[in-house]
């Protein structure tokens, strides 16, 4: 899969691990005072951009806030009225955090020990509180002085720049612990973490601005994890269609599902597989009564379930929406299970496996690719757990699926997470509160199944419908000034647009 350097996600871990082999080197760089310099600059040139401004910066008791004290000392020295508070022992702070505090001090920097008044009085707040690390197994939620400071800070109109990761944001998990500072912009050291893009990550963090402090190490961790950005996924798109070509060059997607008050689930999968390019869709409804033709988009071909798996060739089945957890559906699902072709399972089909260990063991030992797509609800059932276990650990609740079913798998939510059956994962940078909205799953299912079937690999597939599906909503979003409103079908049409501008756009490239 085509990756970049500056795309890598590094955890807490890796990064520590980076920071002890940088001072082991023969000349081992001034990682404080580099950080410190590099926010500074960022400060500088996208918040502030001319001198004479007010700046508070908060302080705390290690080396993040010794990156603060760095930081202050710049704006200091470029013009700008800095005021730093900080509240911690002098005498327990690390040694690198401590000599930075005297540097502040020698450059004629003044320390409150309380948040000063005024809170409309500043030009943009710096956060150099609490840094990378912040967990449950080594930190308890922030509370006392300094929750209310971060309340304070987050009250205030000015912007909020955080010092590598917003405090109180978990760098590994993206889980609040306590309380979070709510950033606009957020510098980031090193290297990207998994907590700036996933969970409450994009809440809390704003625009994140990476500076890897030029740190030249002779062996870097491998990494685990990428951005799925928009970068990534221009490198994953169907090629440009020949003219000598048919409906059979783009492929077959069957969908199967639509119970009894349910068929809607199962239309709305089909009618993306037919708008984003698949050549021919069918769809078996469950469905006492079922209808013999959908007259909003009658190009859609309605079956009997069982003449799905007489479709040749079948390149794509996805099972489950609207499915149901019936006898029948439980049936269905089985035969789809053994079929040899590439099967999304969604909605119910994944409900019904984590209740039937039969399933489970089935889908484990399938040959032909299988993408699972679960929300968040679905993976803990999968995964026999809670909700808040899956959401408190997302990166690992992903590759736990993926280990134990052997497939891939997008976990769904903000900063929805792919992960091969290698282990490889991929945060998506793409999409909005406006894909909260019923439908809007059932719509990915069905841009994954018209991407294999016109030829993807099931990993390019994956991670350019999951990208195309969010930078979809994004699109609407902006032509619609807000989020309220969006439904599942506008996502296809959003998508469909997008998808013929990308392929437009790369092949015309080289002309």
Known sequence: MPTTDSDAVFFTAQIRAMEQQALQLPKPPQLMEKAGLAAAQVVRDRVLKNPNHNVLILAGPGNNGGDAFVVARYLKEWGNAVTVAFAAERDR?????????????????????????????WDVVIDGLFGIGLDQSHNRPIE???RTWIEAANRMTAPIVALDIPSGLGSDDGCIYGIAIRAAVTVTFIGLKPGLFTN?????????????LDIHLPALPEPQAWLLNDALAHTLLPAPRCAN???????????LGGSTGMAGAALLAGRAALHLGAGRVYIGLLAENAPAVDFSQPELMLRPPSELFAVKPLNCLIAGPGLGQSVQARSWL??????????????????????HPDLAENLSQRKAATILTPHPAEAARLLKTDN???QNNRMNAALQIAQHFNCYVVLKGTGSICCLPDGKRYLNTSGNPALSTAGTGDVLA??????????????????????????????WVHQNRGMLGMTAS??????????????????????
Not at 93 to 121: F, K
Not at 200 to 212: A, H, N
Not at 447 to 474: C, E, K, T
Request: net charge negative; with cysteine; glycine share 12%.
């Open 93 to 121: 702070v690390p040694a690198d955090a401590r000599q930075a505090l005297q540097a502040w001090l020698d450059c004629g920097g003044d320390i409150c020990t309380g948040l000063p008044d005024g809170e409309g009085n």
């Open 144 to 146: 006392g002085q300094y």
């Open 200 to 212: 409450f990550g994009p809440e809390c963090c704003g625009s994140v601005v990476l500076r890897d």
């Open 245 to 255: 070509s048919h409906k059979g060059s783009f492929g077959n997607v069957a969908i």
């Open 334 to 355: 089985g035969m789809a299970l053994d079929s040899d072709c590439a099967l999304v399972l969604d909605a119910d089909a994944l409900n019904l496996i984590a209740r």
């Open 388 to 390: 808040a276990t899956v």
């Open 446 to 475: 069905g841009i994954i199944g018209a991407l294999i079937a016109q030829g993807l690999s099931p990993d390019r597939a994956l991670l350019l419908a999951v990208y195309l599906h969010g930078a979809a909503a994004d699109r």
């Open 490 to 511: 506008e996502v296809i049409t959003s998508g469909r647009a997008l998808l013929n501008d990308w392929v437009y756009k790369k092949s015309n490239a080289s002309l």
